[in-house]
C-alpha cells in the first residue's frame, strides 16, 4: 500500500547518515548570521531520485542556532524544500509537513513523495517540509559504523549484560557526540518546535498549517502549546502521546496496540481463505517459531512492521516459509543507528536488570504473541543516558482558535488508539479525534472518508464533530 510511505520508516528507526567508509566529515559550525528570507533554487536529484519526481521541487538551507537556549551562539544548516501551490489563486497559506521517525527527512518526502498528500491540498497550499536536525542533510549525527555494529541485543538476561548495555550506550554517545559536533546535545523536539517557527518567519507567513505523523506529531502539539497564534490548523495523524511518565506506562501503552493488530491478523486469516496460514493453530505456529529463532526480538520487529500498513498476506506468507524452514533469524532492515533524539525527548531510566526483567515479564504477560514489542529497544538504547531535555509531560494547549485535528485507526500497531484518546483528553476543547475504524499506522489515505475530513480541516479548517469516525476499508494486502 504505496500511499502509507511516508509512514514505513517510523518506530522509532533512526536514519544515519553513515558513509561506506563508516563516518563522514561534518562542517564545524560557525556564526552565521539568520538570513532574513530564504534563497530558493530547483532540487538536485540525489542517489536514486528520479529527475522526473524531483522536477517541480524548491530545495534551501536556513541558518538556524545549535541552541534555542543560546540564540546568538553558534548557527547549523537546516535544510528545508517545498512545492508551491498548484492553483496560486486558491492558495490558503503554508502546510508544513513534520517528519516522523524519528529520522524521516522531510526534504526527500517534497522531493520525490508529495503524492502522499491530496490533490486538494497540493493545489491549495505551498507544502514545506525539512530534515530535523541531525537527519540527513541538517548536520546529521555521525557515529562509527563499527561500534554501532556491535549493539547489544535489547533481550538482556543478566544484570552482567545490564551493566554493559549501559557502558555500550555512553560508549556510543561519546563517539557521536564526537563526531557529530556540538549539534549532538541539542536535537530535542523542543529546539525542533524554534526551528518550525523559524522557518514560518523565514517564509514571511504569520500562520502556518501543520500536519505531522507519528513522531511528528509531537512536534505538531508542542508548536500549537507554544505558538498558538501562529497556528492556523494542525493535523496530528498516528498520534504519540509524550506524557506516559515512566518506562512501565511506556511499554505497557506501546505493546497493547501492536498485540491488538497481531489479534486482528490472526482474526482475518482464520476467515480467509486466501491466508497462506488458513486453518492453522497461528498463535502455536508464532510461539514455536520464538522459541527456535536465533535473535527474536528481530523477528517480531518483522512481524510488527508488516503490521502497519497491514501487509496481512505477506505475513501470513512469512511466517509460512519461516515455519517450513524453521530459519527464525530473517533479516529485517532494523538499522540500529541511534536513538538520540528520541533519548533527548524521553525519561525513561530502568535502575536494574530486575527491574527491567520485570517489565519484560509483565510485558509478555499482557500480551503473549507480541511479548517483545520494537519499543523496547528505545528503552534500552537509552539506558544510562542524560535526563533527557525534551521530558515528558501532559499538553497544555491555550488560545487556539481551530482546535487540533487528531486522526488514528483503532487498530494501529504503533502509535495505539489509546494515546490518541489521552492526547485528545489533553487537549480539552483544543482538540477533536477523527476515528478511523480500521487498521494500520497513517490513516490519511486510508479511506476516501478520511482524506476528505482531513482535506476539509485543513482547507476550510471545517472541524468534525467529536466522535465522528470513518468506516474500516479492508487492506489489500
Known sequence: MRSRELLRTTAWGVVLGLTAAGLATLPASAAVPRP?????????????????????SQCATLQVPVDWRDPGGPTFGLAIARRTAKSPSERAGV????????????VDRIKTGVSRFSQTLQDRFDIVSFDPRGIARSNPVLCSAALLSQQPSPLMKSQADFDATVRYNRTLAADCREHTGPLYDHIDTWQSV???????????????????????????????ETYPRRTRAVVLESVLDHSSPTARTFLDEQAAPVQDSFDEFVKWCDQATTCALHGRDIRALWADLLKVSTNPFKLSF????????????????TL???????????????????????????????????????????????????RYPGQL????????????????????????????????????????????????????????LLTYEGWGHGSYNSSPCMQS???AYLVSRQVPKRGTGCPAVPPVG
Open 302 to 317: 518483522q512481524v510488527f512492521r508488516l503490521l502497519y500498513d497491514p501487509e496481512w498476506r505477506k505475513l501470513a506468507d
Open 95 to 106: 502546510l508544513v509537513s513534520g517528519p516522523g521517525g524519528p529520522g524521516d527527512s522531510g
Open 453 to 455: 475530513t482531513i482535506d
Open 36 to 56: 532574513a528570507g530564504v534563497q530558493w533554487s530547483d532540487c538536485k536529484p540525489e542517489g536514486k531520485d528520479d529527475p522526473a519526481r524531483v522536477q517541480g
Open 377 to 432: 529497544m528505545a528503552v534500552t538504547n537509552c539506558l544510562g543516558a542524560p535526563k533527557a531535555n525534551n521530558p515528558q509531560q501532559t499538553l497544555k494547549v491555550r488560545d487556539l482558535k481551530t482546535p487540533v485535528l487528531l486522526a488514528n485507526a483503532i487498530h494501529d500497531p504503533a502509535t495505539g488508539y489509546n494515546w490518541a484518546q489521552s492526547v485528545e483528553r489533553q487537549l480539552g476543547r483544543y482538540g477533536v
Open 194 to 224: 524554534r526551528d518550525v517557527d523559524a522557518i514560518r518567519k523565514a517564509l514571511g507567513e504569520s500562520q502556518i498549517s501543520f500536519h505531522g505523523s507519528s513522531y511528528g506529531t509531537m512536534l505538531g502539539a508542542q508548536y500549537a
Open 320 to 370: 509460512k516459509t519461516l515455519d517450513e524452514s524453521k530459519l527464525a533469524s530473517v533479516p529485517t532492515g532494523l538499522v540500529n543507528n541511534t536513538l538520540a533524539p528520541f533519548c533527548q525527548d524521553w525519561n525513561l531510566p530502568v535502575r536494574n536488570y530486575r527491574e527491567f526483567a520485570g517489565l519484560v515479564d509483565r510485558v509478555g504477560r499482557n500480551n503473549p504473541d507480541m
